[in-house]
T-cell receptor, first 112, second 115 residues
């Protein structure tokens, strides 16, 4: 079965630095999404990139998608302490209904 | 901003008991989902629901589980005869679109502790 797998599993950086998280998946997809989860809370949608797109920006977020390598990256620029959270990629497979499959997440800690 | 509401926020139950987790999805959304997250682990898909029936379910969603939309607003997950390994955070989500991009809006979760 398809799974998104993020790396690193944990990342600790200083405020102001950039954070890069990667996601790999196994089958062809319709789109890939990134979600954020604060500790003990629900997931919040951040950004979606379609399979025919290569890069997308939203504020301090930049997402890339390489379908030939079945991988995506999420870059958070100029990180803030409030960015501390877990970040998950989620994929929607082609011709496989509406479900999203989530990866294991990257735990990001931004130190003030 | 519209949100998905889940109750209870935390439930403690004895092994073997039945549990019902409740969710109120966003009113104009058409797809409803349950996911679970065992502490520190990945978010796992359980089931999706559309047009008053299950549209997809995972291997986790066995006969112990059932979902229902008893009225026009609530969406429930029932877990019969709970086991210790059912202890997890259960998230309800809903999405608007039938096709194309489907962005999920999640509730804050219901933490289930089975003793």
């Amino acid at each position: 079965s398809q799974q998104g797998e993020e790396d690193p599993q944990a990342l600790s950086i200083q405020e102001g630095e950039n954070a890069t998280m990667n996601c790999s998946y196994k089958t062809s997809i319709n789109n890939l999404q990134w979600y954020r989860q604060n500790s003990g809370r629900g997931l919040v949608h951040l950004i979606l990139i379609r399979s025919n797109e290569r890069e997308k920006h939203s504020g301090r977020l930049r997402v890339t998608l390489d379908t030939s390598k079945k991988s995506s990256s999420l870059l958070i620029t100029a990180s803030r302490a409030a960015d501390t959270a877990s970040y998950f990629c989620a994929t929607r497979r082609n011709n496989a209904g509406n479900m999203l499959t989530f990866g294991g997440g990257t735990r990001l800690m931004v130190k003030p | 901003e519209p949100e998905v509401t889940q109750t209870p926020s935390h439930q403690v139950t004895q092994m073997g008991q039945e549990v019902i987790l409740r969710c109120v999805p966003i009113s104009n959304h058409l797809y409803f989902y349950w996911y679970r997250q065992i502490l520190g682990q990945k978010v796992e898909f359980l089931v999706s629901f559309y047009n008053n029936e299950i549209s997809e379910k995972s291997e986790i969603f066995d006969d112990q589980f059932s979902v229902e939309r008893p009225d026009g607003s609530n969406f429930t997950l029932k877990i019969r005869s709970t086991k210790l390994e059912d202890s997890a955070m259960y998230f309800c989500a809903s999405s608007e679109r039938i096709s194309g991009a489907n962005v999920l809006t999640f509730g804050a979760g219901s933490r289930l502790t089975v003793l």
